[in-house]
């Protein structure tokens, strides 16, 4: 049976697509993958630029069989190429699946024929073989079906738990793999991946044992509830085996990025296993994620020991109400400042910190009490990522802002479906507030050694009655925003003046070698 998966994402890794690739292709289904990717900045655009549908269209209108893949924020990338495969009078069924799909069926089963809920391999290919044995595949768990009018909607199976069992990713790009570059639909390879095949990702456990009001996780915990254990680990042979696989077949991969919700819910015997074969057949640098409850001293002595560059956490708020009572994060500041503290002691491995901003839950004390925590924990050589609060369909705090008033029908589509996060919080300083801009700062003073008090006397300046009735003026906001603009223009420009050609060079070079 001929079947076209198709990503929508940013990028090209797209794990799970390429995962249930290769468990159709071991049930001997014919898998042509393409990847529609966009670049980050431009991701909540609504449509493909070009003639890069017509391009797709020809690519699929043979198939029996067609999956897309998408995220909220491609939803409309997602909606487009379903109708244009309805206007072109190609019968192929389409079926949806992916995060958004699972967290919002009921939205998307409005344009798709089908949706797959939850994890897709196995009722992929239970839908693969019904239908190419002709039979009714109307009850198939994890499927909802829109038929005569009516939509079917299946419960999902228990969790396939032995992941040891499951094909690597699909990375065999010579067999029909296809990429959108430079305004073309091409064959993949690994200089138009977008650094895919530099930089792998992969995962190495599924599921996260926290359950975070702003997390997709939280609806994941809930859908399988009973069908499973949610948390569940490869084996340390099987992640190594892949990793293997890859670094033989392609020499341009030079680090390896862990995306597990977090990598250290292991057990540090796992770890001294993971290393010592790490050590042995990969080598390369590898990052990864981490929480602030599952940290420790030996597990950071192990991954020191084995190549690891970076390792990111969440803070998210500064403020332990915001943490309790808003994002459901029970952890004590306590345990968040001592686990930083932690890291600062291995100084060879970068710091990566993230905050969650633009919470239309938080008190303005609670933002005051970030500002605070930021001037006086952070030390040493960090970096700070700073994200807008996405209020993503199915998640408690999207029901929240609902039934607050906060999130509108009509503004639904707007701060969700075409919100573009970066993950910089470079956003309109009228949009976000000064104290977004304020934290910003204070982090980087910070980071440059400016000292905690000083900086806790600067917020009290800033955030200063008169202060703020300048800050407030439209006249002082029009003015930040040129001043941001221009330098974000100079700041680009000597980018690409001083730093990209070079690394366009070191990519061709490597490509050339291999």
Same mark, same amino acid.
């Given at each position: 049976?001929?079947?076209?998966?198709?990503?929508?994402?940013?990028?090209?890794?797209?794990?799970?697509?390429?995962?249930?690739?290769?468990?159709?292709?071991?049930?001997?289904?014919?898998?042509?993958?393409?990847?529609?990717?966009?670049?980050?900045?431009?991701?909540?655009?609504?449509?493909?630029?070009?003639?890069?549908?017509?391009?797709?269209?020809?690519?699929?209108?043979?198939?029996?069989?067609?999956?897309?893949?998408?995220?909220?924020?491609?939803?409309?990338?997602?909606?487009?190429?379903?109708? =244009?495969?309805?206007?072109?009078?190609?019968?192929?069924?389409?079926?949806?699946?992916?995060?958004?799909?699972?967290?919002?069926?009921?939205?998307?089963?409005?344009?798709?024929?089908?949706?797959?809920?939850?994890?897709?391999?196995?009722?992929?290919?239970?839908?693969?073989?019904?239908?190419?044995?002709?039979?009714?595949?109307?009850?198939?768990?994890?499927?909802?079906?829109?038929?005569?009018?009516?939509?079917?909607?299946?419960?999902?199976?228990?969790?396939?738990?032995?992941?040891?069992?499951?094909?690597?990713?699909?990375?065999?790009?010579?067999?029909?793999?296809?990429?959108?570059?430079? $305004?073309?639909?091409?064959?993949?390879?690994?200089?138009?991946?977008?650094?895919?095949?530099?930089?792998?990702?992969?995962?190495?456990?599924?599921?996260?044992?926290?359950?975070?009001?702003?997390?997709?996780?939280?609806?994941?915990?809930?859908?399988?509830?009973?069908?499973?254990?949610?948390?569940?680990?490869?084996?340390?042979?099987?992640?190594? =085996?892949?990793?293997?696989?890859?670094?033989?077949?392609?020499?341009?991969?030079?680090?390896?990025?862990?995306?597990?919700?977090?990598?250290?819910?292991?057990?540090?015997?796992?770890?001294?296993?993971? =290393?010592?074969?790490?050590?042995?057949?990969? $080598?390369? %640098?590898?990052?990864?994620?981490?929480?602030?409850?599952?940290?420790?001293?030996?597990?950071?002595?192990?991954?020191?020991?084995?190549?690891?560059?970076?390792?990111?956490?969440?803070?998210?708020?500064?403020?332990?109400?915001?943490?309790?009572?808003?994002?459901?994060?029970?952890?004590?500041?306590?345990?968040?400042?001592?686990?930083?503290?932690?890291?600062?002691?291995? %100084?060879?491995?970068?710091?990566?910190?993230?905050?969650?901003?633009?919470?239309?839950?938080?008190?303005?004390?609670?933002?005051?009490?970030?500002?605070?925590?930021?001037?006086?924990?952070?030390?040493?050589?960090?970096?700070?990522?700073?994200?807008?609060?996405?209020?993503? %369909?199915?998640?408690?705090?999207?029901? &929240?802002?609902?039934?607050?008033?906060?999130?509108?029908?009509?503004?639904?589509?707007?701060?969700?479906?075409?919100?573009?996060?970066?993950?910089?919080?470079? &956003?309109?300083?009228?949009?976000? $507030?000064?104290?977004?801009?304020?934290? &910003?700062?204070?982090?980087?003073?910070?980071?440059? $050694?400016? %000292?905690?008090?000083?900086?806790?006397?600067?917020?009290?300046?800033?955030?200063?009655?008169?202060?703020?009735?300048?800050?407030?003026?439209?006249?002082?906001?029009?003015?930040?925003?040129?001043?941001?603009?221009?330098? &974000?223009?100079?700041?680009?420009?000597?980018?690409?003046?001083?730093?990209?050609?070079?690394?366009?060079?070191?990519?061709?070079?490597?490509?050339?070698?291999?």
């Amino acid at each position: 049976m001929k079947i076209s998966l198709v990503g929508t994402y940013a990028t090209p890794e797209a794990i799970g697509l390429r995962s249930i690739s290769s468990v159709l292709k071991a049930h001997n289904h014919d898998v042509r993958m393409i990847f529609l990717s966009i670049k980050r900045s431009s991701k909540a655009e609504k449509g493909y630029r070009g003639g890069l549908v017509d391009q797709f269209l020809d690519k699929v209108k043979d198939s029996d069989l067609i999956g897309i893949g998408l995220m909220t924020n491609t939803y409309y990338q997602a909606r487009e190429l379903t109708e =244009a495969i309805r206007r072109a009078n190609i019968k192929t069924p389409v079926i949806w699946g992916g995060v958004h799909p699972t967290v919002a069926p009921d939205s998307c089963i409005e344009t798709a024929d089908m949706v797959c809920v939850g994890e897709g391999e196995w009722p992929m290919v239970d839908l693969a073989d019904a239908m190419q044995r002709n039979r009714d595949h109307t009850t198939i768990p994890n499927l909802w079906i829109r038929r005569n009018g009516q939509v079917i909607k299946n419960d999902v199976r228990p969790l396939f738990e032995n992941l040891d069992e499951l094909p690597f990713p699909d990375y065999q790009i010579e067999q029909n793999h296809f990429v959108a570059h430079k $305004g073309q639909i091409v064959p993949a390879r690994p200089g138009n991946l977008h650094g895919t095949l530099f930089r792998y990702r992969m995962l190495t456990t599924r599921g996260c044992p926290y359950n975070c009001a702003f997390c997709c996780n939280s609806v994941w915990i809930k859908l399988y509830k009973g069908k499973g254990h949610w948390v569940r680990k490869r084996s340390v042979p099987n992640i190594i =085996a892949e990793l293997e696989q890859i670094k033989n077949r392609f020499p341009t991969v030079n680090s390896i990025g862990i995306t597990d919700d977090t990598f250290f819910v292991r057990e540090e015997e796992e770890f001294e296993q993971f =290393a010592k074969l790490y050590n042995e057949r990969i $080598g390369f %640098p590898f990052d990864a994620y981490t929480h602030p409850a599952s940290l420790s001293r030996r597990k950071l002595e192990i991954l020191q020991g084995c190549g690891c560059a970076l390792i990111k956490m969440g803070i998210q708020s500064g403020s332990q109400d915001t943490n309790y009572t808003i994002f459901n994060r029970r952890v004590p500041n306590e345990t968040v400042i001592n686990a930083m503290r932690l890291l600062e002691e291995f %100084p060879t491995i970068t710091k990566e910190y993230h905050y969650i901003v633009d919470n239309p839950f938080e008190p303005e004390k609670n933002v005051k009490e970030t500002l605070h925590f930021a001037a006086e924990n952070h030390r040493g050589r960090y970096r700070v990522e700073i994200f807008p609060l996405a209020l993503f %369909p199915g998640s408690a705090l999207y029901y &929240r802002a609902k039934q607050e008033g906060i999130l509108k029908d009509e503004q639904e589509q707007v701060q969700i479906y075409e919100r573009a996060y970066t993950g910089k919080a470079k &956003r309109r300083f009228d949009l976000l $507030g000064y104290q977004v801009m304020l934290l &910003r700062v204070v982090v980087y003073l910070r980071s440059h $050694g400016v %000292p905690s008090k000083v900086l806790h006397r600067f917020i009290g300046f800033m955030l200063a009655r008169p202060v703020r009735f300048c800050l407030d003026r439209r006249w002082f906001k029009l003015s930040a925003v040129w001043v941001y603009l221009v330098g &974000r223009h100079i700041r680009k420009t000597l980018y690409q003046i001083f730093v990209r050609p070079f690394r366009k060079y070191r990519r061709r070079y490597v490509l050339e070698s291999v």
